[in-house]
């Protein structure tokens, strides 16, 4: 084998090729560093001295199915300029290692379309050590996302497990990408997050939020010049609980034979009128149960228009219509009406902000989809920092969604 072969196929630079062998279906070559080559891995100095030496085997690149190693005796020079004893440097592989940098890389590309455990048996390696190559690339590329370009940013919180283990989830909204994973939730879960974009001296126009108190008041606390943007997909959420509870309530309260019409309404009510299905008989369901029940109707009807209240033209029609829309619920005699009208009152501002900045937490649901994706792939994780990493590299890494 010549020296441009171990350079082109394996990657290995500087070294002389002696014997190939076979020892136990593995692929061994055996190489050796050129003694004039030998420098101090200190201060590169060519005046040392031989102080023996280890044996080592490092794989690499496979041929076929089989598993190649290279073997080499790593020289232990003594440096005349500055005295140390030390091993020389390796080159083509980290002396903490078992495998070479190309074995490394050919691993990582492979767990772009395979799993861990595909790509650890393929290459007839650990879990552990494919687990460990994709660690160090992604803690190496993604541990320290870059904050000093944010300007729009959601926010949310994700389930993670049984127990109410839960993970906040920050999402750059022009990039897609997650520039902070918290442990936990609500405002303590941000403190990290708070302290690192100070320190970034970045400048945020806008965040999509929830109207959850802990998230208005982090924000308000931390970026005191942003705009607080209430998520529209979380607000309509809320309603269609509120109608779901009032239709529960509802349906306990009717007579006998009013219970059987109201009986298996509730996804009836919270489908999109476009999205019911004729063959079922769901249009004709719907209205049967509506006519049976009024305060039903009225908040129904409600739920449709205030779909619209992000559809308008501008933000002062958008203001006109919420307006419009608080009176009915308020007139209607329906204390969750009633409630739920006080509740956009309060939030208005935030409400009607989404005409300045028209952003939503709908990218980050996306994203929040995705992370629940990998987490089933994989079965769950143990190691909590790995599956951050993991998070963070979703916006463009295809071997991240698998676990």
């Known amino acids: 084998m010549s020296t441009s072969i171990l350079y082109h196929g394996f990657g290995i630079r500087g070294y002389r090729y002696k014997r190939s062998f076979f020892q136990e279906g593995k692929v061994v070559f055996s190489i050796e560093k050129d003694p004039s080559s ?15 030496g280890i044996f080592r085997w490092f794989q690499t690149l496979p041929i076929g199915k089989k598993q190649v190693y290279v073997a080499l005796h790593i020289p232990r020079v003594e440096c005349r ?6 091993q020389i440097e390796i080159g083509f592989a980290d002396p903490r290692r078992t495998y070479t940098k190309s074995f490394e890389r050919y691993a990582l590309e492979l767990s772009r379309h395979m799993t861990i455990k595909d790509v ?3 290459l007839g390696v650990s879990w552990d050590i494919v687990k460990d190559i994709q660690k160090r690339y992604l803690s190496k590329h993604y541990a320290h996302p870059r904050l000093k370009d944010l300007n729009l940013i959601a926010i949310d919180e994700i389930s993670i497990g049984r127990g109410h283990r839960y993970l906040t989830v920050v999402l750059d909204l022009l990039t897609g990408a997650v520039v902070f994973v918290g442990d936990g939730k609500g405002a303590d879960a941000l403190l990290p997050f708070w302290k690192k974009l100070k320190s970034s001296r970045a400048k945020i126009d806008a965040v999509a939020i929830d109207m959850s108190p802990s998230y208005i008041s982090a924000v308000s606390t931390n970026l005191p010049t942003a705009t607080i943007v209430f998520d529209h997909f979380h607000i309509v959420k809320m309603f269609n609980d509120k109608l779901s509870e009032l239709r529960r309530d509802l349906q306990r309260e009717a007579e006998e ?19 019911l299905r004729q063959e079922h008989n769901e249009q004709q369901r719907l209205e049967a149960a509506l006519q049976l029940n009024k305060p039903l ?13 992000w559809s308008q033209k501008n933000k002062d029609s958008a203001a006109t219509f919420l307006d419009d829309w608080i009176t009915q619920a308020r007139s209607s005699d329906i204390k ?6 006080d509740t956009l009152d309060r939030h208005r501002h935030g409400i009607l ?33 790995f599956f951050k990493l993991k998070i963070y590299a979703l916006h463009e890494t295809k071997y991240a969604l698998v676990g």
Not at 41 to 49: A, E, L, S, T
Not at 297 to 309: C, I, S, W
């Open 257 to 275: 034979s009013h219970k059987e019409v109201l009986k298996g309404t509730r996804w009836l009510l919270l489908k999109n009128p476009g999205n």
């Open 120 to 122: 650890a048996n393929h």
């Open 297 to 309: 109707a009225t908040a129904y009807y409600l739920k449709e228009d205030l779909r619209q209240l």
């Open 38 to 52: 030998l420098r101090c891995p200190c201060c590169n100095d060519w005046h040392v001295i031989k102080h023996g």
């Open 336 to 341: 969750m009406l009633d409630k739920f009208a």
């Open 81 to 86: 300029l500055c005295g140390i004893v030390r």
């Open 353 to 385: 902000a989404y005409y300045d900045y028209p952003i939503s937490t709908g990218p980050l649901e996306g994203t929040n989809n995705k992370i629940k994706t990998l987490q089933r792939k994989a079965y769950g994780f143990r190691d909590i920092e």
